[in-house]
């Protein structure tokens, strides 16, 4: 069996929702950042953990999962955060630009149908902060028909933890991949 895909979120993964107070964590430093949709004197201000990246490839250099970006940055997920932690360049996932005001539309995750079609019936780890219940029941039920399937969900305002990529090795581990390898 192929290896799990990673599908990798940015906002509430990598870099964490301020808190109430505008704080974010000691551990992040902050970048600016010009996506490909704005001009170069209207950047956004982001938040990166240095760490991410050596985390990130650490699980990556295993080889066992193909890593993807699967984030509302798109394309400016590999050319602009995807560097400022020492990643190389990654896939994306081409997701639409829906016009929504929440990010469950339908009670579940807005790019779990397009996720969905396509992973088609290959096994994915997918770290993203915002499923609901109904994004771990279809995780539940791709498993249950023979695909693989973790959703791990951090807290958007802590983000990443190594606990999380942990968690990851440990299932990938145990994957019908890793075990033909
Ligand atoms: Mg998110």
Not at 28 to 44: G, K, T, W
Not at 113 to 123: I, Q, R, S
Request: net charge negative.
């Amino acid at each position: 069996m192929r290896p799990p895909y990673l599908l990798l979120d940015i906002d509430g993964v990598l870099i964490p929702f301020p808190n109430a107070d505008g704080s974010t964590p000691a551990t992040h430093a902050r970048h600016d950042v010009v996506p490909a949709d704005r001009s170069a004197d209207n950047p956004v201000t982001v938040w990166l953990n240095p760490d991410h990246g050596r985390l990130l490839m650490d699980v990556i250099r295993t080889g066992l999962v193909t890593p993807v970006w699967c984030t509302s940055w798109r394309l400016d997920a590999t050319t602009l955060i995807g560097p400022l932690l020492g990643l190389p360049p990654l896939p994306h996932v081409d997701l639409p630009s829906p016009q929504i005001t929440t990010s469950h539309p339908n009670g579940y995750l807005w790019k779990r149908d397009h996720v969905d079609d396509w992973l088609a019936d290959a096994p994915a780890v997918w770290i993203d902060d915002d499923f609901t219940n109904l994004d771990h029941a279809w995780a539940a039920e791709r498993d249950a028909k023979g695909a693989p399937t973790l959703l791990v969900q951090p807290d958007p305002h802590h983000g990443l933890q190594p606990g999380h990529l942990t968690e990851l090795r440990t299932w990938v581990s145990q994957s019908p991949a890793a075990r033909a390898a």
